[in-house]
């Protein structure tokens, strides 16, 4: 119990995580084609405990279990939108595809192929792949909204194994998740 204790005092809060990631990003200044760093890699996972796992390409939101890898998100800062929103973009470890929402009525939640280190290399606003991370319900959780359609977020289905999606909060989607670097 006091090892479980010592674990979550150690976990930084979302603030601390997001001020780390636009601190080293932002020392980086202009990149060059021979100096482009490398994204950070974070585990998300929802309130419910429901991690990502990436499944037949799409991400969907599962409990662990002892014989399951977490997909990894690999994230980057928007370089080209007001650092005090938060923008970020996010992709698969593996740097092959990147979340994108696909604006609307009801917009929904895309993974196309990409890498978010072109999207960061790039310096456009790229709203279309921007979520503003935004500390929600504790110091320890956070939402992610999408930039191009203010107002939806992403989120999990209250039901394991769906993908991951855009809801506007309220109902039985879950918008608030758990952000935390790997190494």
Known sequence: MAEAANMRRKRKTVDQEMADL??????KGDVEAVNIPKP????????KQKSLFLQDGTLVAAPQNSNSEDQLIAVTPNRSTDPNKRPIF??????KHVLAVKSGDHPHLQLVAGDVMDLYVKKEESKEFTFYNQTKGSEATCS???AI???WFLSTSAEPHKPLGLSQGGGSD?????FERKE
């Open 90 to 95: 996010m992709g698969t470890k593996d740097q």
């Open 174 to 178: 879950i918008t608030i998740f758990y």
């Open 22 to 27: 636009f601190n080293h990003f932002g020392k």
């Open 149 to 151: 359609s203010p107002g």
């Open 40 to 47: 950070w890699l974070y585990k998300i996972w929802d309130t």
């Open 144 to 146: 992610f909204e999408s």
